[in-house]
């Protein structure tokens, strides 16, 4: 399904929706996202997407979620395209008139505190997690936790609520996908979001450019002796400026190298003899800045020799070879179709997409040479970044 026409509509006060016709389909799918003004660690944002979710009846016949991270709320609906329109129009009424009682709240509070007594992250992620809190010089800038702690929860009140909603229900901070064949019945629902208040006061986190200080110090936890396992963090930046479509596809690009192919990390680093049991490179956003975490796991006597090979496999990155390029485009170019074939597909990547990632919805006229020259300039970058690098082991 490449060649859909895609679109991305601007209302006047901001809301943005990005539409992707699928003639071929009976279903209709929906985003909302909702884009976060700041980091709040305090549990608001996921207490607020229960209220919403939560307070409005969901018919059997249709498909509705929510999720938070730290940088947006996303609410997804998919359904047979007659039977949707109901439902959107109510949950669009419901959102641009929020409304809450204490009752409310306090029930809500009580399934949001169970979903956390049950909530548990693996070794991996909490490693990963905690990696990122001693790296970036913080100041409590970076905080992982979406959740809250069960403190934080007890602590909300209505006031809390209603001000984290005035601060970030607004039109400039609502992006949608509409997905399906009748695109037009599902946009004229959704524009009503244009018609929530705009404050103009305060720019989006997304927009704000601020200097991060990566920490540079090495850092290590546990001991060699006795550690069946040895986990490795290394962070650097990969740009500071604006992401363009073309620098997004040069990121892709990037990723896709490190992660599949020949050229592959993992596939490098067993050539040195490594025994590698896991290996993940997760982009991170920080305002303007995207920076990448390499997490992997091996043998601990191993962990040294690793954090040098993996150093100088980045620093060959340089040398990257034409047929290397080409596959790994012609990977990404795939991938890309992947992502949104189909209304169900489409909903689940869009649902998932950073900010700055909702503009590449579609492949067209996407142009490889122009990717190629934009990845050349961020390996540049990078290689100046690598001595900034910051390395976290944990031996356990
Ligand atoms: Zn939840």
């Known amino acids: 399904m490449a060649n859909n026409p895609n679109q991305i509509i601007k209302f006047k006060n901001g809301l943005q929706i990005n539409v992707i016709k699928m003639p071929e389909s009976k279903l209709s799918g929906i985003v909302i996202k909702i884009h976060?003004?700041?980091?709040?660690?305090?549990?608001?944002?996921?207490?607020?997407?229960?209220?919403?979710?939560?307070?409005?009846?969901?018919?059997?016949f249709l498909n509705v979620s929510g999720s938070t991270t730290l940088r947006f709320i996303a609410f997804k609906i998919i359904g047979i395209e007659d039977d949707i329109y109901d439902f959107l129009t109510k949950f669009v009424y419901n959102l641009s008139s929020f409304q809450l009682t204490d009752k409310n709240l306090e029930s809500e509070k009580s399934i949001v505190k169970q979903e956390l007594l049950q909530y548990r992250t693996s070794q991996l992620e909490k490693f990963a997690s905690e990696a990122r809190n001693k790296m970036f010089d913080s100041n409590g800038e970076y905080q992982d936790s979406v959740l809250g702690s069960l403190d934080d929860i007890d602590d909300i009140t209505l006031e809390k609520v209603l001000k984290f909603a005035k601060n970030n229900l607004t039109a400039k901070n609502i992006s949608c996908l509409a997905t399906g064949n009748h695109v037009d019945n599902v946009v004229s629902i959704l524009k009503q979001l244009d018609s929530l208040p705009v404050y103009t006061s305060k720019n989006i986190a997304f927009n704000k450019s601020k200097n991060i200080l990566l920490a540079k110090s090495y850092s290590c936890k546990g001991t060699i002796a006795n550690a069946q396992v040895a986990n490795v963090s290394m962070?650097?930046?990969?740009?500071?400026?604006?992401?363009?479509?073309?620098?997004?596809?040069?990121?892709?690009l990037f990723f896709s190298i490190l992660t599949s192919g020949?050229?592959?990390?993992?596939?490098?680093?067993?050539?040195?003899?490594?025994?590698?049991?896991?290996?993940?490179?997760?982009?991170?956003?920080?305002?303007?800045?995207?920076?990448i975490q390499l997490i992997l796991s091996g043998l601990p006597n191993e962990a040294k020799g690793i954090v040098i090979d993996l150093k100088h496999i980045m620093f060959n990155f340089e040398k990257t070879s034409k047929k290397i390029l080409r596959d790994a485009f012609k990977n990404l170019y795939f991938q890309q179709n992947v992502l949104f074939d189909g209304v169900e597909h489409s909903v689940n990547s869009f649902s998932n997409m950073e900010y700055e990632q909702e503009k590449i919805t579609s492949f067209e006229g996407v142009k490889y040479h122009e990717i190629i020259n934009e990845y050349n300039k961020l390996i540049s970058k990078m290689l100046l970044e690598l001595n900034n690098i910051n390395i976290f082991v944990e031996y356990n």
């Open 36 to 60: 976060l003004k700041e980091q709040y660690k305090n549990g608001i944002p996921h207490l607020f997407e229960h209220l919403v979710i939560d307070q409005i009846k969901k018919p059997s």
């Open 235 to 252: 962070i650097f930046k990969l740009t500071d400026s604006n992401l363009s479509t073309v620098k997004i596809y040069a990121l892709s």
């Open 262 to 291: 020949e050229n592959a990390l993992i596939l490098q680093l067993r050539k040195s003899n490594h025994q590698i049991y896991f290996i993940k490179a997760l982009p991170i956003y920080r305002y303007n800045s995207v920076y």
